[in-house]
T-cell receptor, first 113, second 115 residues
């Protein structure tokens, strides 16, 4: 059974600091997704990582994928309060054309002013 | 086309009542997915359709749950005899079979509260 684990589960950090969220998954997959979710809202797509070594950056967030280690990271640079949210990684089965995502447990990020 | 649309956005119901949610996918998306997200957890896959055919159902989908996509366009998810444990956000997503498509797109969700 495919499992996806994130750590940390909770993260409280000061504005201006850097931090990394880790996403480990248990079986072969070459498609990894990062989402942001604000309280009571749906999922906002952040990054789609489709190959080993993929790195994508948007603003203060950078995501990478190592399929051999079955690990993805979401790095936060110089955090600001607006980044406070819950972040999920999700893995889809090695390509079958379906998006039956398996989501991680989520990392609840709180950026303190 | 403005994306995946879900209705209603919020639903409060008494335990034992039946509820039905609707999802309108992005036009021409062949595949439609339902997920459930309980408080503090990540979304969990429930079921998916390719056109009108329901191709897979999670064991999370008890006998009280039924999903349909009668004409391969919109889908409905019905919960019969609701229980307090059914309280959750129900998310719908859709995707295309086109090779350039690399992800499913989520709607805004329907938040169900069973009292």
């Amino acid at each position: 059974e495919l499992k996806v684990e994130q750590n940390p589960l909770f993260l409280s950090m000061q504005e201006g600091k850097n931090y990394t969220i880790y996403c480990n998954y248990s079986t072969t997959s070459d498609r990894l997704y990062w989402y942001r979710q604000d309280p009571g809202k749906s999922l906002e797509s952040l990054f789609v990582l489709l190959s080993n070594g993929a790195v994508k950056q948007e603003g203060r967030l950078m995501a990478s994928l190592d399929t051999k280690a079955r690990l993805s990271t979401l790095h936060i640079t110089a955090a600001v309060h607006d980044l406070s949210a819950t972040y999920f990684c999700a893995v889809a089965p090695t390509f079958s054309g379906t998006y039956k995502y398996i989501f991680g447990t989520g990392t609840r990020l709180k950026v303190l002013a | 086309d403005t994306g995946v649309s879900q209705n209603p956005r919020h639903k409060i119901t008494k335990r034992g009542q039946n509820v039905t949610f609707r999802c309108d996918p992005i036009s021409e998306h062949n595949r439609l997915y339902w997920y459930r997200q309980t408080l503090g957890q990540g979304p969990e896959f429930l079921t998916y359709f390719q056109n009108e055919a329901q191709l897979e159902k999670s064991r999370l989908l008890s006998d009280r749950f039924s999903a349909e996509r009668p004409k391969g366009s919109f889908s409905t998810l019905e919960i019969q005899r609701t229980e307090q444990g059914d309280s959750a956000m129900y998310l719908c997503a859709s995707s295309s079979l086109a090779s350039m498509n690399t992800e499913a797109f989520f709607g805004q969700g329907t938040r169900l509260t069973v009292v």
